[in-house]
Antibody
Framework: EVQLVESGGGLVQPGGSLRLSCAAS????????MSWVRQAPGKGLEWVSA????????YYADSVKGRFTVSRDNSKNTLYLQMNSLRVEDTAVYYC????????????????WGPGTLVTVSS | EIVLTQSPATLSLSPGERVTLSCRAT??????LAWYQQKPDQTPRLLIY???NRATGIPARFSGSGSGTDFTLTISSLEPEDFAVYYC?????????FGGGTKVEIK
């Protein structure tokens, strides 16, 4: 069974930093691209960042470029999101999400989601 | 950035009705569009990918169509468990983007 479990969220002041983790199990982690998607309270979905299976390709939303860094440790089956210079508008539930299996390369859709971790940026 | 506009924002319908949701892109995205369903306090569920392919385990009452800039998600006959928010998402260009969502509520 595919499982994704995020951790590392919490309350942080504007300008602060947090590192989110997503522990994956039940599938061959290094063959799937992974993404972070966030959802502000009562709002819609916003894609944040993606990383290829090898980690060689990383992609970011304009709203977080230069502040957030996505990485992965395939030996630990874990995805990370380092968030620096946090802003009030970064407050959201952060989900990690898996790319579907494919024999033709990455799709950058999301077929499995973790339960999410809440990040609150407030003074 | 490709902007996806979903319409209408809210639909009030009864079980058994046919539903058509729209997603329009600001430029051509080929068939690189997915649809998700999100129920309150749940994570999103992938319904349709590449515009018209049902994801694993998705009932046949859900279908997707369209290409280029105009896409449709159709639910042939609403079941009680289908009342939710539906999002479209494109993967044609970076950054990936989602539409603002359509809420399907009980009339």
């Amino acid at each position: 069974e595919v499982q994704l479990v995020e951790s590392g969220g919490g309350l942080v002041q504007p300008g602060g930093s947090l590192r989110l983790s997503c522990a994956a199990s039940g599938f061959t982690f290094n063959t799937h691209a992974m993404s972070w998607v966030r959802q502000a309270p009562g709002k819609g979905l916003e894609w944040v960042s993606a990383i290829s299976g090898s980690g060689g390709g990383t992609y970011y939303a304009d709203s977080v470029k230069g502040r957030f860094t996505v990485s992965r440790d395939n030996s630990k089956n874990t995805l990370y999101l380092q968030m620096n210079s946090l802003r009030v508008e970064d407050t959201a539930v952060y989900y990690c999400a898996r790319d579907p299996p494919s024999s033709t390369g990455y799709h950058y859709y999301f077929d499995h989601w973790g339960p999410g971790t809440l990040v609150t940026v407030s003074s | 950035e490709i902007v996806l506009t979903q319409s209408p924002a809210t639909l009030s319908l009864s079980p058994g009705e046919r539903v058509t949701l729209s997603c329009r892109a600001t430029q051509s995205i080929g068939s690189y569009l997915a649809w998700y369903q999100q129920k309150p306090d749940q994570t999103p569920r992938l319904l349709i990918y590449d515009a018209s392919n049902r994801a694993t385990g998705i009932p046949a009452r859900f279908s997707g169509s369209g290409s280029g800039t105009d896409f449709t998600l159709t639910i042939s006959s609403l079941e009680p468990e289908d009342f939710a928010v539906y999002y479209c998402q494109q993967r044609s260009n970076w950054p990936l983007t989602f539409g603002g969502g359509t809420k399907v509520e009980i009339k």
